[in-house]
């Protein structure tokens, strides 16, 4: 049984034993539309979808209204409501308790969950070439770097032949012990870190977001990858679809569990085949490509609901090349256009980083618009260079500004990945 029909049999069995109410689907993800797809199968239609994101309220999904918790519980006198989000699960839990427009047994998949100190990334498990790690570094509050690879919560693998329960082990001890020292003010590698704050964690430790990273295989040039750059032996390489796999055995993850292939550049690596098989077993699926090369493989798996990510980060064939290294851009597109034409209701995200004196001008951003205005758009997402400061804030701010108000216009929602550029402007955090 897959982890959507789980999902359904407990939704089913909620419903039974509370005859007469309705469901609510919190969180536009895969996992909420691969759900919906069963459940109406069998008959069921959710009353809506519930998101905490403002650009997606009013909103279609798996043609179901997107609305505001607040909105639901004004509309609809009692309902019962299951959280479509394994990634964020807890804190979403908390989250709706704290709002007062949800009681405990209104919430289907409802577990207990603790306080700690921590951040959603103590969640993620990254395997980016020897290493096992949480994040790419953090944020300070006085300069808003977060690259930092000497400062990133890691796990080394220096053998040859990798022992994986070892390095099981010591990342889940890794994570307890920076969590204890952020609870007891002992300095650690995660001091300082604008992202650590109050987070609600299980008892037992389960990872909602394993991600294969690395930049070693790529046919781009990209500026924001210098600062990734290592002479790292392959030899000691983690194996992703071992470590997938130990884990799974361990329960640590599951088929609910996000999978993000951000691994340099899917479609030139000469493991992608393994990989690929090994994305069947996961909902959800998130695949970062420059879109160089159209792959058969991707586009199959995102008629099934795989997310494409690429980062485009310009308006114009110029801009494009200084930034990526390789005049492609009519070329990435056209073949955005192709997965466009097969892809599911999660469609395409695509990000744009500002790269001071570069493409940090609205002549750039307003081309970027024009380009991207006939693709399948479903998220669009600002950033800066993560392995520069942000020189200037306020010029900065009236970019996002500006970047938010043209997505509003082609009413495609917007993000930022950047805790710092979220505090900035507003714009919706999303990690």
């Not at 797809?37 to 997107?66: M, T, W, Y």
């Not at 307890?176 to 604008?194: A, F, K, R, S, Y």
Request: net charge negative; with cysteine; proline share 3%.
């Amino acid at each position: 049984m897959g982890v959507q029909s789980k999902a359904v049999a407990q939704i089913l069995d909620a419903l039974a034993t509370n005859p007469g109410k309705d469901l609510i689907l919190y969180c536009c993800t895969n996992y909420a539309q691969a759900i919906v797809a069963e459940l109406r199968e069998k008959g069921i239609q959710p009353l809506c979808i519930c998101d905490s994101n403002p650009a997606l309220h009013g909103s279609l999904f798996s043609d179901l209204e997107v609305i505001s918790i607040d909105c639901a519980s004004e509309r609809f006198d009692d309902f019962m409501l299951f959280v479509a989000n394994d990634f964020k699960l807890n804190a979403i839990l908390y989250q709706l308790l704290e709002s007062g427009k949800v009681e405990k047994h209104q919430i289907i998949n409802y577990v207990p969950v603790v306080k700690r100190k921590g951040c959603l990334f103590m969640n993620h498990i990254r395997v980016c070439e020897n290493d096992l790690l949480f994040c790419c570094g953090k944020e300070t509050e006085s300069t808003g770097r977060i690259f930092e690879r000497n400062k990133m919560p890691t796990i080394k693998n220096t053998s040859d032949l990798p022992n994986y329960e070892t390095l099981i082990d010591e990342i889940i001890a890794l994570r307890e012990q920076i969590m204890h020292d952020l609870e007891n003010g002992i300095p650690c590698v995660c001091t300082g870190c604008v992202y650590v704050s109050d987070i609600y964690v299980t008892e037992k430790c389960k990872f909602s977001f394993l991600s294969w990273v690395g930049v070693d295989y790529c046919n781009f040039r990209c500026l924001n990858c210098a600062g990734f750059k290592s002479d790292v032996n392959r030899s000691k390489y983690i194996d992703f679809c071992v470590i997938s796999d130990a884990l799974s055995r361990r329960g640590l993850i599951d088929a609910s569990t996000t999978i993000g292939l951000t691994n340099g550049e899917i479609t030139v690596h000469p493991k992608r085949r393994e990989v690929y098989k090994l994305c069947e077993k996961f909902i959800n699926v998130m695949i970062f490509t420059n879109a160089y090369i159209y792959d058969e493989s991707i586009a199959f798996m995102c008629s099934q609901g795989a997310r494409i990510h690429v980062d485009m980060s310009a308006g114009t064939p110029e801009t494009f090349a200084k930034i990526k290294g390789v005049d492609a851009l009519e070329h990435v597109k056209d073949n955005l256009l192709k997965y466009a034409v097969v892809s599911s209701d999660s469609g395409i995200n695509i990000k744009y980083i500002i790269f001071c004196g570069i493409n940090d001008s609205v002549e750039e951003i307003d081309a970027f618009f024009n380009l991207i205005a006939d693709l399948r758009i479903k998220m669009l997402s600002i950033t800066h260079d993560i392995c520069e400061e942000i020189s200037n804030p306020e010029v900065v701010t009236k970019l996002v500004r500006h970047f938010e108000g043209k997505a509003k216009e082609l009413s495609i929602p917007c993000s930022t990945t950047s805790l710092r550029l979220h505090k900035l402007t507003d714009i919706f955090f999303n990690i």
